[in-house]
């Protein structure tokens, strides 16, 4: 049987990645472009971090793909 594994906190070697409620929160320590889509494959938003900031986002509670991983906002 197939299987999704949700992560509700996903780190990468340059980006960390967290939901939370009604909001997906970017920490990064090289510039980077995320872009954030809905399961069905439609942005939802496109962020740009610079190196060393954070930035969040408020999105409707639902699940969302961020390079490439799944993940569930309340």
């Not at 967290?18 to 920490?27: L, P």
């Not at 610079?50 to 390079?67: E, F, L, R, S, W």
Request: hydrophobic letters at 40%; charged letters at 10%; proline letters at 4%.
């Amino acid at each position: 049987f197939p299987y999704t594994t949700l992560f509700r906190s996903q780190t990468r070697p340059n980006l960390e990645v967290q939901a939370g409620n009604g909001t997906i929160t970017f920490a990064a320590t090289v510039d980077s472009k995320v872009n954030v889509y809905t399961v069905t494959g439609t942005l939802a938003n496109s962020v740009s971090i610079k190196a060393g900031n954070t930035q969040t986002i408020n999105v409707p509670a639902g699940m969302y793909v961020v390079n490439g991983v799944k993940i569930i906002v309340k």
